[in-house]
């Protein structure tokens, strides 16, 4: 069967510094990976997705960026932190015609 | 725009008192609407995938339902561990996703 591995499970940063979030997947191959950030009161919102090793794309500018160095590796990153990139981040994967997604257990991201 | 539009935004119940959560969207060509389970400080939990209008599958006490312009999540008898939220997304292809802000639902013993 298939699991979704993300880390940190929390996390807490001043704002300024860098972040690297990480999310594996396994028991699937050439999944699509997806990160969203879930704020309070809000729908998950879209960050980036990959449908395969080294393509990214991304849905909303900002102080973020993602990468995928392996097949089922996903890692999101930044190079200064804002206050406003505090929230739960979660990252997903979807495979073949189904469409639907599976979520990791998400990473809680304070910044002070 | 493509648009999820979830109701009510909360929800109480008492055990045994079945109850509906509903999923309005507009999206311009569905290609599949999706129910989750989210528990607090937890990722969504896959429910259901529903493609076409007229369509129904069932869970244990949940049934989602699906027309041209809603879901509904039917929650029959339920019992406090079903208390989490429940979030509907769609699927209009080129993957991108739009989900709804959720039902949270709490179910009294």
């Known amino acids: 069967s298939q699991t979704i591995h993300q880390w940190p499970a929390t996390l807490v940063q001043p704002v300024g510094s860098p972040l690297s979030l990480e999310c594996t997947v396994e028991g699937t191959s050439n999944p699509n990976l997806y990160w969203y950030r879930q704020a309070a009161g809000r729908g998950l919102q879209l960050l980036f997705y990959?449908?395969?090793?080294?393509?990214i794309s991304s849905e909303v500018p900002q102080n973020l960026s993602a990468s995928r160095p392996q097949d089922r590796q996903f890692i999101l990153s930044s190079k200064k932190l804002l206050l406003s990139d505090s929230g739960f981040y979660l990252c997903?994967?979807?495979?073949?015609?189904?469409?639907?997604?599976?979520f990791g257990p998400g990473t809680r991201l304070t910044v002070t | 725009e493509d648009q999820v539009t979830q109701s009510p935004e909360a929800l109480r119940l008492q055990e045994g008192e079945s109850s509906s959560l509903n999923c309005s969207y507009t999206v311009s060509g569905l290609r599949g609407l999706f129910w989750y389970r989210q528990d607090p400080g937890k990722g969504p939990e896959f429910l259901f995938t529903l493609y076409s209008a007229g369509e129904e599958k069932e869970k244990e006490r949940l049934k989602a339902t699906l027309t041209k312009k809603e879901s509904f999540l039917h929650i029959t008898a339920p019992k406090p561990e079903d208390s989490a939220t429940y979030l509907c997304?769609?699927?209009?292809?080129?993957?991108?996703?739009?989900f709804g802000t959720g039902t949270r639902l709490k179910v009294l013993a």
């Open positions: 990959s449908v395969g090793i080294g393509q």
């Open positions: 997903a994967w979807s495979h073949g015609g189904s469409y639907e997604q599976y």
């Open positions: 997304a769609v699927y209009s292809g080129t993957y991108k996703y739009i």
